[in-house]
């Protein structure tokens, strides 16, 4: 059983302890196959069957459960305790920068240069602006753009041809 596992079958039993409104958590991580296929009929005859076992609460009693919730203060989130001026400047420049920023994770600033390397070539940034630092005739346009589909859809077919002769080896034919 892993860990990730473990650790997500422990917090839901503690959640389901200390709130009385949730049904106990079946263990079924930790049983065997004939074990899981009795829990899983429990489970299922408990949702089916009306459920005599536990206590109605008054109307009061829920309004005072959901009030209760909705006091909660909000989870902390990336710019809890920023003054507003660092929230709206973060905000304006991810929004500004989309598709144009690497992250650096660990220091790694080769990593994150070749990755944008790699970005921008299979972007062809390079090619577009070398195509519009100079203006382009009417005619010269068309026939590239001709030109490129037609490539694409050479490799389109060449790749589809390819994938059925693969296919068809590994069937033996």
Request: aromatic fraction near 6%; charge should be positive.
């Amino acid at each position: 059983m892993s860990r990730a596992r473990l650790v997500c079958s422990t917090a839901l039993r503690n959640v389901t302890a200390t709130n009385p409104c949730l049904p106990p958590l079946p263990r079924l991580f930790a049983l065997s196959t004939s074990q899981m296929s009795t829990n899983t009929h429990n489970i299922f005859s408990r949702a089916l069957l009306p459920k005599a076992h536990e206590k109605k609460l008054t109307p009061a009693e829920i309004w005072a459960r959901r009030s209760e919730s909705l006091d909660l203060p909000p989870p902390p989130n990336t710019f809890t305790g920023m003054p507003l001026t660092l929230i709206t400047v973060a905000c304006y420049v991810a929004e500004t920068a989309v598709g144009r920023k690497m992250v650096v994770t660990d220091g790694d600033f080769r990593g994150a240069l070749i990755k944008l390397g790699r970005r921008l070539k299979a972007n062809n940034v390079l090619k577009e602006f070398r195509q519009h630092s100079r203006h382009e005739k009417k005619g010269d346009k068309r026939a590239r753009l001709r030109s490129e589909r037609w490539r694409k859809q050479f490799a389109d077919e060449v790749r589809r041809k390819v994938q059925l002769v693969v296919a068809i080896r590994r069937r033996g034919g």
